[in-house]
């Protein structure tokens, strides 16, 4: 048998996925999973209607690759009122399966071997290897947190119900540190905001420094992940909060990816857009034709129902309110569970991430149980809480370029339901 059936480009990605290996191990150990970022609650009834009733209705027959009509008007007139932008549907706007299928061929539609795409890390795992594929390179400029904070500091600021972010919250972005990486190969800088796994939600002061920044290097687009656009708290409004799309000097360089199935709590919904001037988008068409030709018409009408039906904002307020309670009754429960965590109060998103460091796991959970080699502090902490407590996290090593960072840092979801958050910060007690 030949032993170059598999492509070179292949090789690090053949292991089983992160994700599906913790949400095994959940199963396996009868854990409650707070480790995918999926919503363990039921999608909204209207989507299940709108589906059901298109289901009948719909030819089911092809329809326009880069998205059916109804769906592209609904979405355009969507973020027209939520966001302000105005968008040509027919020409800035493509739909394709999921924000990850929309991530794809954005970079295979902008990117070159040899290109260079900036993430800020921790950045979403699966931006590597679709950057990889195109042949270009990834390269992570880290955001660092400004302190570890006590839980007394955390808990001192928990008001009616929630617990405000602070300055002592925030990630920073090391300016001086991204210019010497940003050179004539740099081709694309992604912004996700809100951030998985950190909740980081870019202030309009760091777009401006951003935007300055890039003046320098007209080649770089911006693709922006608002995957969570729905979800920001605080002061931030859901869809309207400080963008790359809709900033003055960022916009036109601005590809932005969303995600109905995000949006309406349904991640197998498998429906992304992508929204951008016309020179970025019509590459982008092309990536989706080759790859999917078009979507589901059933998923894609109905989808356009739900955003017809909820664009009076407020299924997006009462969802934002929900995840913001579920984070703070997570965050509660961390800071006073028996692990010595440290955590930040996140901006937005369905995750937040706690500091390891002064926990001490159990030397048997530093190697692998199959191969035996040696894991990173976060892969031990996770298979220590799922074996001895009964709860699944995420560590967070393969979200930053440098793993001694990452093997600091762990992931959790709050996009639970109260019980199963209850059950879990129960357990961690
Ligand atoms: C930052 C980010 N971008 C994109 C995606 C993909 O979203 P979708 O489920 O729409 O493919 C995810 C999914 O977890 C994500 O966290």
């Known amino acids: 048998m030949q032993d170059n059936i598999i492509a070179d480009r292949m090789a690090p990605y053949l292991q089983l996925q992160m994700y599906a290996k913790f949400t095994q191990l959940a199963v396996k150990n009868s854990c409650v999973n707070m480790g995918q970022g999926f919503p363990n609650f039921p999608p909204p009834q209207f989507l299940r209607q709108a589906i059901a009733e298109e289901a009948l209705t719909e030819s089911l027959q092809y329809t326009m690759t880069a998205g059916h009509p109804r769906l592209m008007k609904a979405a355009s007139d969507f973020f027209e009122k939520h966001m302000g932008v105005k968008v040509d549907s027919a020409k800035e706007m493509v739909a394709s399966s999921g924000a990850q299928s929309v991530l794809a061929c954005v970079f295979q539609a902008l990117l070159n071997p040899n290109d260079e795409v900036i993430c800020f890390d921790p950045a979403f795992d699966f931006y590597r290897p679709l950057i990889e594929f195109q042949g270009a390179k990834h390269v992570g400029v880290p955001l660092k947190p400004g302190q570890l904070n006590s839980k007394a500091s955390i808990l001192n600021r928990f008001e009616n119900g929630k617990i405000k972010f602070s300055k002592e919250d925030e990630w920073h972005l090391d300016y001086e540190y991204l210019e010497q990486k940003l050179n004539a190969k740099t081709k694309m800088i992604i912004l996700n905001s809100p951030q998985n796994p950190i909740g ?23 693709c922006e992940d608002a995957a969570y656009h729905h979800v920001v708290f605080g002061g931030y409004q859901p869809f309207s909060y400080p963008r790359c799309i809709t900033h ?9 990816v969303t995600s109905a199935g995000k949006m309406f709590s349904a991640t197998g919904l498998r429906i992304g857009f992508a929204m951008g001037d016309e020179k970025y988008i019509k590459a982008i068409k092309s990536a989706q034709t080759y790859h999917n030709f078009c979507l589901n018409p059933v998923l894609q009408t109905a989808t356009a129902k739900c955003l017809e039906q909820t664009i009076d904002g407020q299924y997006f307020t009462e969802i934002r309110d929900l995840y913001e309670e579920q984070s703070t009754m997570l965050l509660k429960g961390l800071l006073e569970s028996r692990l010595n965590l440290h955590c930040w109060v996140p901006q937005g998103g369905y995750f937040l991430v706690t500091d390891i460091s002064d926990v001490e796991i159990p030397e048997k959970y530093f190697k692998d149980d199959q ?5 990173t502090k976060d892969f031990a902490f996770a298979y220590y809480t799922a074996c001895e407590i009964g709860v699944v996290c995420i560590p967070c090593s393969p979200y930053f370029e440098n793993k001694e960072l990452g093997s600091r840092f762990v992931r959790w979801a709050f996009c639970k339901t109260t019980e199963t958050i209850q059950d879990a910060c129960n357990r961690l007690k």
């Open 200 to 222: 980081k939600v870019f202030s309009i002061e760091e777009l401006d420094r951003l935007a300055e920044i890039l003046e320098k290097h007209p080649q770089i687009i911006v």
């Open 248 to 256: 003055p000097k960022l916009k036109s360089k601005t590809v932005c």
């Open 371 to 375: 191969d035996g080699h040696q894991l």
